[in-house]
């Protein structure tokens, strides 16, 4: 594959300033590399210095015209991608070499019509688990071992905390007060949160034996074995291999922190295969909680509570991208809504 050193240079220069200036996240800086490989690719690795209006078209018919995996790429990740592109050749136009190169004018170029826009950033509507979906996986995991009143522990924690599974992976004993079901989610203590935030929050009450589940496991790990406050809240399973066998068997759970959040993904695919239900996606029990949540709020203050409880810094986080209602709940509403005026207003 053909290499461009200059414009590996330059890539190298943005994405420390990206890092080092901006504060951006790894993750966030490789989805931005993406979205730069992808100009690259289409115009065969030529000069960044080579932008002009007319290559700023001709990508944005090209990425729309693209696929993966034999489908056509999603608005959203176009959106995402020429965005990307546009904040880099943006920074560009402003360094030695490239000044009288890139002008802003070429650089508008790089512009999504606004239908495409609105249908890229508009919320979607995302299908998530109910409480009662939560609490029939719970209740079908049959305990014969460590690792299945781990998993079943694990699920409840999912929604009643409505935290990020990232977060959940790296969370240790000492994060989390069994008394009081305060969580302290704090990135010193090694919790890996959004931006690295100190997240104060703590389980929502929706169930007793789903609190129960978390607390009997918290309780087993302390007091039965042994675990101390550094160690993991929901610890790696234990891979050993039995007599001759090839195979490696899992029954009993180690002091560790999980490498990735996969491992959440797996155990949740497994049990909702044994038990027969449709799976949701760790972060779809997010978008559950929040919504169960949002039922009882009375007032501003607690849709503020609520909204801080899940480490939104905007309330409108809360109400727009996960608060929004699905088809069902809306016409519910709705129906039993009374649009009759009172009769003093009638006769007035």
Same mark, same amino acid.
């Given at each position: 594959?053909?290499?461009?050193?200059?414009? @590996?240079?330059?890539?190298?220069?943005?994405?420390?300033?990206?890092?080092?200036?901006?504060?951006?996240?790894?993750?966030?800086?490789?989805?931005?590399?993406?979205?730069?490989?992808?100009?690259?690719?289409?115009?065969?690795?030529?000069? %960044?210095?080579?932008?002009? +209006?007319?290559?700023?078209?001709?990508?944005?018919?090209?990425?729309?015209?693209?696929?993966?995996?034999?489908?056509?790429?999603?608005?959203?990740?176009?959106?995402?991608?020429?965005?990307?592109?546009?904040?880099?050749?943006?920074?560009?136009?402003?360094?030695?070499?490239?000044?009288?190169?890139?002008?802003?004018?070429?650089?508008?170029?790089?512009?999504?019509?606004?239908?495409?826009?609105?249908?890229?950033?508009? +919320?979607?509507?995302?299908?998530?688990?109910?409480?009662?979906?939560?609490?029939?996986?719970?209740?079908?995991? @049959?305990?014969?071992?460590?690792?299945?009143?781990?998993?079943?522990?694990?699920?409840?924690?999912?929604?009643?905390?409505?935290?990020?599974?990232?977060?959940?992976?790296?969370?240790?004993? =000492?994060?989390?007060?069994?008394?009081?079901?305060?969580?302290?989610?704090?990135?010193?203590?090694?919790?890996?949160?959004?931006?690295?935030?100190?997240?104060?929050?703590?389980?929502? +009450? %929706?169930?007793?034996?789903?609190?129960?589940?978390?607390?009997?496991?918290?309780?087993?790990?302390?007091?039965?074995?042994?675990?101390?406050?550094?160690?993991?809240? %929901?610890?790696?399973?234990?891979?050993?291999?039995?007599?001759?066998?090839?195979?490696?068997?899992?029954?009993? =759970?180690? +002091?560790?922190?999980?490498?990735?959040?996969?491992?959440?993904?797996?155990?949740?695919?497994?049990?909702?295969?044994?038990?027969?239900?449709?799976?949701?996606?760790?972060?779809? %029990?997010?978008?559950?909680? =929040?919504?169960?949540?949002?039922?009882?709020?009375?007032?501003?203050?607690?849709?503020?509570?609520?909204?801080?409880?899940?480490?939104?810094?905007?309330?409108?986080?809360?109400?727009?991208?996960?608060?929004?209602?699905?088809?069902?709940?809306?016409?519910?509403?709705?129906?039993?809504?009374?649009?009759? @005026?009172?009769?003093?207003?009638?006769?007035?």
């Amino acid at each position: 594959m053909k290499v461009n050193i200059k414009n @590996e240079k330059i890539k190298r220069r943005y994405f420390h300033r990206m890092r080092e200036a901006e504060g951006l996240a790894k993750a966030t800086i490789c989805k931005i590399e993406k979205s730069i490989l992808l100009y690259e690719e289409f115009t065969s690795r030529e000069d %960044f210095g080579l932008f002009n +209006p007319k290559r700023a078209t001709t990508f944005k018919e090209w990425i729309n015209a693209r696929k993966y995996k034999r489908k056509p790429v999603s608005v959203t990740t176009i959106y995402h991608h020429i965005r990307n592109l546009k904040a880099f050749f943006t920074w560009l136009s402003g360094q030695t070499g490239f000044k009288s190169k890139i002008s802003l004018d070429s650089i508008s170029y790089l512009t999504l019509d606004r239908k495409t826009v609105r249908a890229a950033t508009s +919320p979607v509507l995302t299908r998530f688990p109910t409480l009662a979906y939560v609490r029939k996986l719970a209740d079908s995991i @049959e305990i014969r071992n460590p690792i299945h009143n781990r998993d079943r522990a694990l699920i409840s924690f999912l929604f009643l905390s409505g935290m990020r599974y990232s977060a959940i992976c790296s969370l240790p004993l =000492i994060c989390f007060n069994r008394s009081t079901l305060e969580i302290s989610q704090d990135p010193q203590k090694g919790v890996d949160t959004k931006f690295g935030k100190t997240i104060l929050s703590r389980l929502l +009450p %929706f169930d007793n034996v789903l609190i129960g589940y978390v607390t009997s496991w918290y309780d087993y790990l302390e007091r039965e074995r042994g675990f101390l406050p550094k160690d993991p809240l %929901f610890p790696q399973s234990k891979l050993e291999q039995k007599g001759d066998s090839i195979a490696f068997v899992s029954d009993d =759970i180690v +002091p560790a922190f999980w490498h990735s959040s996969n491992s959440i993904r797996t155990i949740l695919q497994r049990h909702t295969y044994k038990a027969g239900l449709e799976y949701f996606k760790p972060h779809a %029990f997010r978008h559950g909680a =929040i919504h169960h949540a949002m039922k009882y709020c009375k007032n501003a203050e607690q849709i503020k509570a609520l909204s801080q409880n899940f480490g939104h810094e905007n309330i409108g986080t809360t109400l727009t991208t996960y608060g929004k209602l699905d088809w069902y709940s809306q016409s519910e509403i709705i129906t039993k809504m009374s649009f009759k @005026e009172d009769d003093d207003e009638e006769t007035s």
